[in-house]
């Protein structure tokens, strides 16, 4: 996972795979795992379900606010959600996923395939062994989601929007693979989890 990057909604569909790796190895986030201080309390924010914020009701309309907020983000072992500096952690409330998956990239085919997401914060995620795709149990009530950050099965995800969901099935069904799986960089990811 990386850091947010400026304006890259306006040009993630004209960039190659290429340079989209390069801005991702360019991007970096606090060390917000390591940070535990005292002082706690709560934030009175939100996270809708929609990917929209709010403070105490209002919603916070400048994207580089959110974006900078996104990078101070962690869950907690009991699934809470915090703001965290090295001074305080806050309690933020989160209704589904804190992020949104809004576009993909795809390059290459079957086991060569590299899928890279841009989510709503403008964060870029490579799909893979240490960003894990999972869609669910029930094959009639897909559940997409990406892992972000923190620790595999209990950190921060971002919910797969509709589009690119039926995006990546295509891509799985036409794999020929049965039952469906969808890889990128290297790894395999079934259409229904097990």
Request: glycine share 8%; hydrophobic share 40%; proline share 8%.
């Amino acid at each position: 996972m990386i850091g947010p990057s400026p304006s890259l909604s306006s040009d993630f569909a004209q960039l190659s795979l290429a340079e989209v790796a390069e801005r991702f190895a360019a991007q970096t986030l606090p060390p917000v795992e390591s940070w535990h201080p005292e002082r706690s309390g709560d934030s009175a924010m939100e996270i809708r379900a929609d990917g929209s914020w709010y403070h105490e009701g209002g919603r916070i309309n400048r994207p580089a606010m959110v974006r900078l907020f996104s990078t101070i983000l962690r869950r907690e072992a009991d699934g809470s959600h915090v703001l965290v500096t090295p001074a305080e952690k806050l309690a933020i409330a989160v209704e589904d996923t804190p992020f949104r998956a809004v576009e993909m990239k795809s390059e290459g085919e079957g086991a060569a395939r590299k899928l890279v997401f841009r989510l709503d914060t403008d964060d870029l995620v490579l799909a893979g062994p240490d960003h894990p795709l999972s869609f669910g149990s029930d094959p009639d009530r897909p559940d997409p989601r990406l892992h972000v950050r923190g620790t595999i099965g209990n950190g921060l995800e971002a919910r797969i929007d509709r589009a690119l969901y039926y995006e990546i099935v295509e891509m799985a069904l036409a794999g020929g693979d049965d039952p469906p799986v969808i890889w990128s960089n290297g790894a395999q990811f079934p259409l229904v989890d097990r």
